[in-house]
T-cell receptor
């Protein structure tokens, strides 16, 4: 079974430029998460989808971040414009249900560097 | 104060040693406790999962939860160089919308051959 796929793996951009990350979850997983992870920190949730619906985007900085999951499968996270402080690893995870404690499977992440 | 506290390390031990990794937490509503392992430049992967209090063993790994002390531990027996990674604890509460995992910062573990 293929795991969570993310692309690109690395991205270097200049500040104020736009950037987009793509995630394809494990087949059949209806819940998808985007996390941000800073060096030496645990992941921080940005947004959670159940199928195509964003059920929790309370921690997404909506002035510059946007996300979509149009057909309830793969998802895109966008930053426009990027700021220096956005340099981090962006992780995508998926799970097969929404019950508390459901195992989340993570992709390898996209490492973003904003110059 | 963070909801979940975890010593960032690094913790360096010789191969074959018993490793003890720990987290403390403040929210008494937490019921699900997880340990994730994260290798460099990889995403976290679930290692152990415990509901409520008690112990759970899986091979060389043992997870313990002490809810009275709000303290969880992960023990690794016969540690191997391949165990070198960052270990993150995560937890959440019961029910409904309380799905969100609250994460520790991770402890970097180094097993010296």
């Amino acid at each position: 079974e293929a795991g969570v796929v993310q692309s690109p793996r690395y991205k270097i951009i200049e500040k104020k430029q736009p950037v987009a990350f793509w995630c394809n979850p494990i087949s059949g997983h209806n819940t998808l998460y985007w996390y941000l992870q800073n060096l030496g920190q645990g992941p921080e949730l940005l947004i959670r989808y159940e199928n195509e619906e964003a059920v929790d985007d309370s921690q997404l900085p909506k002035d510059r971040f946007s996300a979509e999951r149009l057909k309830g499968v793969d998802s895109t996270l966008k930053i426009q414009p990027a700021e220096l402080g956005d340099s981090a690893v962006y992780l995508c995870a998926s799970s097969s249900g929404t019950n508390t404690g459901e195992t989340q499977y993570f992709g390898p992440g996209t490492r973003l560097l904003v110059l | 104060q963070k909801e979940v506290e975890q010593d960032p390390g690094p913790l360096s031990v010789p191969e074959g040693a018993i490793v003890s990794l720990n987290c403390t937490y403040s929210n008494s509503a937490f019921q699900y406790f997880m340990w994730y392992r994260q290798y460099s430049r990889k995403g976290p992967e679930l290692l152990m999962y415990t509901y409520s209090s008690g112990n759970k063993e899986d091979g060389r790994f043992t997870a313990q939860v002490d809810k009275s002390s709000k303290y969880i531990s992960l023990f690794i027996r016969d540690s191997q160089p391949s165990d070198s990674a960052t270990y993150l604890c995560a937890m959440n509460a019961l029910g409904g919308s309380n799905y969100q995992l609250i994460w520790g910062a991770g402890t970097k573990l180094i097993i010296k051959p």
